[in-house]
């Protein structure tokens, strides 16, 4: 079983910057990791991941959000900045190992005033 914590989630004014990060025992060099988040009443959604290939990130959030892993540290950090009200939510971390495997954390939470 692959434990996988979130830290970093808080209260940010509009306008302002949280930097997320996320940690998973483990092969971690192996591993794909994402995030993604939910906000009441809506479906879970994905920002962005990094893997063997490379980053990806969803629309919503390209330009304003960065991934980075740190493969020393065992960490993949979401660096967010520009954060608007419509970002509040629970951010999670997923892992996905080599077999396939997903694993999550339990979120954190991030609240952004307008």
């Known amino acids: 079983q692959v434990q996988v914590v979130e830290s970093g989630g808080g209260l940010v004014q509009a306008g302002g910057s949280l930097r997320l990060s996320c940690t998973a025992s483990?092969?971690?060099?192996?591993?794909?990791m994402s995030w993604y988040r939910q906000a009441p009443g809506k479906e879970r959604e994905l920002l962005a991941s990094i893997g063997h290939v490379g980053e990806h990130y969803e629309n919503s959030v390209r330009g304003r959000f960065t991934i980075s892993r740190d493969t020393a540290k065992r960490t993949v950090d979401l660096q967010m900045h520009n954060l608007k009200p419509e970002d509040s939510a629970v951010y999670y971390c997923k892992v996905r190992n080599d077999g396939g495997a997903e694993y999550w954390g339990r979120g954190t939470l991030v609240n952004v005033s307008a």
């Open positions: 483990g092969p971690f060099w192996t591993y794909v």
